[in-house]
């Protein structure tokens, strides 16, 4: 069998594995549920579980042996800090590097070149890195801080605005009242901001209703504040002498118009920047990085 690495995307919504062989090209690939360990103890299971879980689907769908091992495998986390919290993941290597996911969002955008990326799925960050290793994280201050721009801050702003027009008596967001309880399965505004607290809504049922909040005109304008945010992190990296090679990752940018918003902002700032959707996905950007860690150049990902 020919070498094998995988690179693992855990994010707060799900988490995705790629494997792929010493060709760069991608054989496989499996995906398991939220890694991040916010609100974790000691005793969680919840990023071991995700991690062993993605990368044994991958293992199962192709086609490989239970007990296969890898020469490298990188996986990036949401929130990660250099330590876990709960119980630490035992993956099939004996080269495994974990790491905050924006490093792997960063390589898979820009397929390894520096630059400058604008992460915007459940949370949101800014992430810049150059060819010597300097690197500058901006923003990503969690969705109880910051997270502008982010899928979880688009949803909570929208409904944060609904829960004013009831307490106000303004009926004009009577429809988007109605399609957000339905969304949710609620019967009230006031059970989703009280389910939230205990778990039900999770973050990431919350961060799943963005789309339908920024379909409504008069939600959008919120959305649309975090996407300006998102600019201005991006050019005060460039500002502080990162490349102006600006990708655009994370489930977000799949609305056009948030998309638009963000590289208009970008281009009326700095001109001379180059604003591009994500050439990998963050999954892939870890295999990039799993490459990196034994010296090889595989040119680019294949299918």
């Not at 069998?1 to 792929?20: E, P």
């Not at 090209?25 to 579980?49: F, K, N």
Request: hydrophobic fraction near 45%; aromatic fraction near 6%.
């Amino acid at each position: 069998m020919s070498l094998l690495v995988a690179g693992i995307d855990g994010g707060q919504s799900s988490t995705v594995a790629l494997i792929a062989d010493e060709s760069g090209r991608i054989v496989a690939r499996g995906a398991a549920g939220p890694s991040d360990e916010i609100g974790a103890g000691p005793e969680s299971s919840r990023l071991r579980d995700a991690l062993h879980g993605a990368l044994d689907d991958a293992i199962v769908r192709g086609g490989f042996e239970s007990d296969t091992s890898f020469a490298a495998i990188v996986a990036g986390i949401s929130g990660y800090n250099g330590t876990q919290r709960g119980l630490p993941p035992q993956l099939p290597s004996e080269r495994v590097k974990l790491m905050h996911d924006a490093p792997i969002a960063h390589a898979g955008a820009l397929a390894g070149r520096p630059g400058v990326v604008i992460i915007a799925g459940t949370g949101s960050v800014i992430y810049a890195r150059d060819t010597s290793g300097r690197e500058c994280t901006l923003g990503g201050w969690g969705f109880l801080f910051g997270d502008e721009g982010s899928a979880f801050r688009i949803a909570a702003d929208a409904l944060a605005a609904l829960m004013s027009a009831q307490d106000e008596g303004d009926e004009s967001l009577a429809e988007e009242t109605a399609a957000a309880l339905a969304f949710f399965d609620k019967e009230s505004l006031r059970a989703i901001g009280r389910g939230f607290y205990a778990g039900e809504p999770s973050r990431d049922r919350v961060a799943a209703y963005a789309p339908m909040a920024m379909r409504s005109s008069l939600l959008r304008d919120r959305a649309y504040a975090g996407a300006d945010r998102l600019a201005v992190l991006a050019c005060a990296a460039v500002k502080r002498g990162f490349a102006p090679e600006i990708a655009l990752a994370g489930g977000v940018f799949d609305d056009s118009g948030f998309r638009e918003r963000v590289r208009d902002a970008v281009l009326a700032w700095i001109p001379s920047a180059r604003v591009a959707a994500a050439q990998y996905s963050p999954a892939a950007g870890a295999l990039l990085l799993a490459y990196r860690e034994l010296d090889l150049d595989i040119g680019e990902l294949r299918e």
